[in-house]
Every structure is written in structure tokens, then in C-alpha cells.
């Protein structure tokens, strides 16, 4: 890979470690709503789309109208990075296009909704793709993917379990956070399973993030 690539590629990496920074510190009331900071950076505005609904956490948690600086910055990102086809022709494409058209949703532009959701019909795949799609699961949020999180509560579980297994702790947390936010018995302990993910994950800010998240979902529920 040429080193041009390689610096591109950190240099977005650590936006969105700043991004979900400031994110994770809106959440946990260190600090303001998330705003962009320079309309210049293309590393920036591309962490905002990223990060996409997550940046909303902290309004959403707390059932506070969103902020408009979080709001004008998003829509700044996605003016920056349009959304792709409204048609999707494979599941990751479809994952991509659920979280263009909930982030479009948040920033006030219309972004088409896709016509289905991620077929629930193999269990290991489809929980994969509902980990990817964890930024979803926030209060205030409903659609096809949530109604979908509540017809398979076990098939989440599993891929949890599955990920926990396989060491993917990145995955098992984000299928934690939908457990947490269907607010209803769960086949699993959330509570000791997400104990376990704190030790054993990373220390990114957005996994912090993602951990915080979770445990709002879990302790305080997502109504």
C-alpha cells in the first residue's frame, strides 16, 4: 500500500477517534454537543459520517430535542459524502444504506429508505450485519431494522455469544447494545457479559463510546 494511502487511512482514523471523543463527552455531560470543528477537514466531515446517529446519543438518551450544531454538522458531512444508491444489491450495501437513511433522517435531508432489512434467515450473518447496524439502537429510533432486533432477540443472542466465542469483542459489544435496547428479558446476563467487555476491550474512544451507550440502555432503558 503507498505511504500516501497509509497516512490517508490514519489520518481518518484518528478524526474518529476525536469525533467519538467528543461524542462520548456529550454523552456523559464532560462536554457540549458534537459540532464540526473545521469544514475544511475532509477527515473530519467524513468521521461525522461515520459516527452518524451516535453523534445524536447524548439528546437521545436523555429524550432532549437534538442539537441543531449536531444536526447542521451532519448534514455537512453528507452534503461532503452523498449517499450512495438508493438501491442496494447486497447485504453490506444494505447496511450502509439503513445507516445513510437514519442519519439522513436526524440531519433533516431525505435519504430514501430501503425496501427490506437483513434477512434474519441465517442466524451467524444476519447477526454480523445487525452489530454493523448498532448505531441504530438509541432511544427515539424505530423502524423496520428495530422491529426486526425484537422478532430475533435470541438470534442476537447467540451472535453474541458466537462473537464472545470467537474473540470479535467489537461485535458481541454492539449486539449487547441491541439486548439492551429491546428493554425486555433477555436470553443472556447483560449485566456480567458487558462487565466482561469493559476488561477485555480496546481503549478507542468509540468503543468507550459504544460501552457508555450501553450502559444507559441497560440501566436507564430506551423509552
Known amino acids: ?17 476525536q469525533v467519538a471523543g467528543r461524542a462520548l463527552d456529550a454523552v456523559t455531560g464532560a462536554g457540549g454537543a458534537v459540532t464540526l470543528t473545521d469544514p475544511t477537514s475532509t477527515a473530519e466531515l467524513a468521521a ?5 446517529p451516535d453523534l ?14 449536531t444536526t447542521a454538522s451532519l448534514a455537512a458531512a453528507l452534503l461532503a459524502f ?27 435531508r431525505a435519504v430514501p429508505q430501503p425496501g427490506e432489512v437483513p434477512d434474519p434467515e441465517h442466524w451467524p450473518r444476519w447477526s454480523v450485519r445487525m452489530a454493523q447496524l448498532a448505531p441504530l439502537a438509541l432511544p427515539g429510533l424505530d423502524g ?3 422491529r426486526a432486533a425484537r422478532q430475533q432477540p435470541l438470534a442476537l443472542a447467540r451472535g453474541a455469544t458466537r462473537a464472545m466465542l470467537r474473540r470479535d469483542h467489537r461485535t458481541a459489544l454492539r449486539l449487547t ?42 440501566t436507564e432503558g430506551r423509552r
Not at 1 to 17: I, K, N, Q
Not at 56 to 69: D, G, I, K, M
Open 177 to 218: 447494545r441491541w439486548l439492551a435496547w429491546l428493554d425486555a428479558p433477555a436470553p443472556l446476563e447483560l449485566p456480567p457479559l458487558l462487565d466482561r467487555l469493559r476488561l477485555v476491550g480496546d481503549d478507542s474512544r468509540r468503543t468507550a463510546l459504544e460501552l457508555t451507550i450501553t450502559e444507559r440502555l441497560l
Open 144 to 146: 423496520p431494522v428495530h
Open 48 to 52: 461525522l459520517r461515520v459516527l452518524g
Open 56 to 69: 445524536f446519543a447524548a439528546q437521545l438518551l436523555a429524550r432532549a430535542p437534538l442539537a441543531s450544531v
Open 82 to 108: 452523498p449517499p450512495g444508491p438508493a438501491a442496494p444489491v447486497g447485504q453490506d450495501d444494505l447496511v450502509v444504506a439503513w445507516l445513510d437513511h437514519v442519519a439522513g433522517f436526524l440531519a433533516g
Open 1 to 17: 500500500m503507498p505511504v500516501t494511502d497509509t497516512s490517508l487511512r490514519d489520518a481518518y482514523a484518528a478524526a474518529v477517534e
